[in-house]
């Protein structure tokens, strides 16, 4: 995992925790006037130490932004900076960068819905992960679908579009898988 990717991790579980996670809400509601910690005593009902704690923790972690005034404001987009940098270590990221018009059918680095079946985009789509499980020789059905797992729930929808593509060929008894045809090495301009 990267640095970033550590970092972002280590942000959503500081944010995990029920409290801490309402004190940040509770600055993003307040925006750009930002709150002052006894404000947020009142709003969290919790003594001013352990808001003064918590604040503490938030500024440290770089969520929450506090100034000489007392006033603490929650850091613009930092939930959004975390999401892309936990995104961009997802195992299918290099290879969907090739195909930004598939972008639309993941969520976080996972497929969350496939195109409809006969358009240009399933092709595209069945390219794609042609790509990332990349078949070389013969595979069992259990090493199939570990590879796709790892970039989508639905695991028999895909392993069905890369047989039906043409991309996958399943033995006559439906236990093994070779590649059909060569792999691409780039994506496809197919639009």
């Known amino acids: 995992m990267s640095v970033e990717a550590a970092h972002a991790a ?36 919790l003594p001013r130490a352990e808001v003064g704690e918590l604040l503490g923790r938030l500024v440290g972690a770089g969520v929450a932004t506090g100034t000489g005034d007392g006033i603490y404001r929650a850091r613009e987009g930092v939930l959004r900076e975390a999401a892309q940098a936990l995104d961009r270590v997802q195992p299918i990221g290099p290879l969907l960068s090739e195909y930004p018009q598939l972008k639309s059918f993941f969520a976080h680095g996972r497929l969350a819905g496939l195109p409809p079946t006969l358009s240009t985009r399933a092709q595209q789509m069945a390219e794609l992960f042609a790509r990332f499980i990349a078949v070389d020789g013969i595979l069992s059905e259990s090493e199939v679908n570990d590879r796709i797992a790892r970039a989508a729930d639905d695991v028999a929808a895909v392993r069905r579009m890369l047989v039906e593509s043409g991309w996958l060929e399943r033995d006559r008894a439906g236990t093994s898988y070779g590649s059909a045809r060569p792999l691409p090495t780039s994506a496809l301009s197919l639009t």
């Open 10 to 45: 280590g942000l959503l579980m500081l944010l995990s925790h029920p409290v801490r996670l309402r004190a940040f809400a509770e600055l993003a509601r307040h925006g750009k006037e930002g709150a002052t910690i006894f404000e947020m005593t009142v709003h969290l009902d």
